[in-house]
């Protein structure tokens, strides 16, 4: 094929591809859009459709939460801090500080995978842009507060019950996520149980190790990002 043959068949290529790319923009013109206008406009809020695992941003169920400091030993940023304090008589443990710094946080979940509560958890809620940095630390004690402790039968109280419930079911999720789990076949065959009308029990938390904080029964202890330790340091900002 000569010059012109050439000249000529590159003018028909440009024409072909340029009514290709035309028919795919043109084909949209009659499609019904993808895209929705972002808040409004959709039948549910898109944090209703997430998944109960979602890594959204942090919350505490402070009801729940034993002060044992396992989300903050694993967390490797230090975005949490909390300050407890145990009575030596009764031993028991009053919670006067437990802020999150969502500014740092980097949403990986090992806090709440050590909770023997399931205090502290994900949420399915992401929207969390604000003003300031200041403004992205969460802080959920606004008063001392007793910690939770762990009852040997059911839990007597039905709110905090509740919320044990929904905290362990988030424990066992995350410690046997989705297909993991062994199918209840496989669950060995017991003798058969009266049935009773009284309610389920809460499930038991899980048992937590005793820290080095927790053995030394007396003093007080913060930790965390900027934390005071009972050897002395900066103060949570
Ligand atoms: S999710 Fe955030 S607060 Fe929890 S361990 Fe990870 S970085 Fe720390
Ligand atoms: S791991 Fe759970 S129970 Fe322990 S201090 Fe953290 S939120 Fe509270």
Not at 70 to 93: F, G, L
Request: with cysteine; aromatic share 6%; hydrophobic share 35%.
């Amino acid at each position: 094929m000569g010059a012109t043959g050439t000249y000529f068949r590159h003018i028909k290529d440009a024409v072909v591809s340029i009514f290709d790319g035309m028919a795919v923009t043109a084909s949209h013109l009659i499609r019904k859009p993808y895209t929705i206008q972002y808040p409004d406009r959709i039948p549910i809020r898109v944090q209703d459709t997430l998944p109960f695992r979602y890594r959204g941003i942090l919350d505490v169920d402070l009801e729940i939460c034993t002060g044992c400091l396992a989300c903050d030993r694993a967390c490797p940023i230090d975005c949490i801090a909390i300050a407890i304090e145990k009575n030596p008589q009764t031993r028991e443990i009053t919670i006067s500080q437990f802020d999150i710094d969502m500014a740092k946080c980097m949403y990986c979940g090992l806090c709440s995978e050590p909770c023997p509560t399931g205090s502290i958890h994900h949420t399915t809620e992401f929207e969390g842009a604000d003003y300031s940095l200041e403004s992205l630390i969460r802080r959920f004690v606004p008063e001392p507060i007793v910690a939770y402790k762990p009852k040997k039968g059911p839990e007597p109280d039905a709110d905090v019950a509740k919320l044990l419930d929904r905290g362990m079911k988030y424990v066992d999720e995350w410690a046997q996520p989705g297909s993991d789990k062994p199918p209840a076949t496989a669950a060995p065959k017991l003798a058969p149980t009266p049935v009773s009308a009284a309610p389920k029990p809460a499930p038991a938390p899980r048992p937590v190790a005793p820290t080095a904080e927790e053995k030394k029964d007396d003093a007080p202890v913060v930790s965390g990002e900027g934390g005071e330790t009972p050897q002395g340091g900066a103060e949570h900002k």
